[in-house]
T-cell receptor
């Protein structure tokens, strides 16, 4: 069975601080894909990144960076110099056969 | 702006009403999904359509009836809903459901309230 754990339910940081959102997953598949989605108050889930199990290279996109470590089954997400617009719920997800397994989400609040 | 469009954005209905939620995408995706999301919870998969055929039904009660008229449209027909069905209903699409690497693209959702 697949499982995604986001242990941080809620995080609050002051604007311009860096923040890391944790994601730990469990799967028996040898090939799998991990995703991060952002859900602002408007409701839409916005796709942020996809990472496959064979690519452990870290990725940076502007203020966002992702650290994938297969040895610890983790796929953490860091926002550098946070902004108020980053306030949202962030979901980590793991691909399965025709389905995504979502974590329970981390609610991030950036305080101005 | 989202490339998956859902209407209506808000819906309030009584338990005896019949209504439909609509979803449209023009990205040429051949897989479409319905999710239900309760407050402070992750989305829960309800249905998957692949090439306009129902591929997955996650044991959803029959008061929810999906329909895929063509490759761009997905409907969810609602009848005799219960108060616990109040939730955010999200539609998503992906290029195909046959490869797990395809990201799903979501609409803004319909916020449904059952009186």
């Amino acid at each position: 069975a697949q499982k995604v754990t986001q242990a941080q339910t809620e995080i609050s940081v002051v604007e311009k601080e860096d923040v890391t959102l944790d994601c730990v997953y469990e799967t028996r598949d040898t090939t799998y894909y991990l995703f991060w989605y952002k859900q602002p108050p408007s409701g839409e889930l916005v796709f942020l990144i996809r990472r496959n199990s064979f690519d452990e290279q870290n990725e940076i996109s502007g203020r966002y960076s992702w650290n994938f470590q297969k040895s610890t089954s983790s796929f953490n997400f860091t926002i550098t110099a946070s902004q108020v617009v980053d306030s949202a719920v962030y979901f980590c997800a793991l691909s399965g056969y025709k389905k995504l397994t979502f974590g329970t989400g981390t609610r991030l609040t950036i305080i101005p | 702006d989202t490339e998956v469009t859902q209407t209506p954005k808000h819906l309030v209905m009584g338990m005896t009403n019949k209504k439909s939620l609509k979803c449209e995408q023009h990205m040429g995706h051949r897989a479409m999904y319905w999710y239900k999301q309760k407050a402070k919870k992750p989305p829960e998969l309800m249905f998957v359509y692949s090439y306009e055929k129902l591929s997955i039904n996650e044991s959803v009660p029959s008061r929810f009836s999906p329909e895929c008229p063509n490759s761009s449209l997905l409907n969810l027909h609602l009848h005799a809903l219960q108060p616990e069905d109040s939730a955010l209903y999200l539609c998503a699409s992906s290029q195909t459901d046959r490869h797990s690497n395809q990201p799903q693209h979501f609409g803004d959702g319909t916020r449904l309230s059952i009186l």
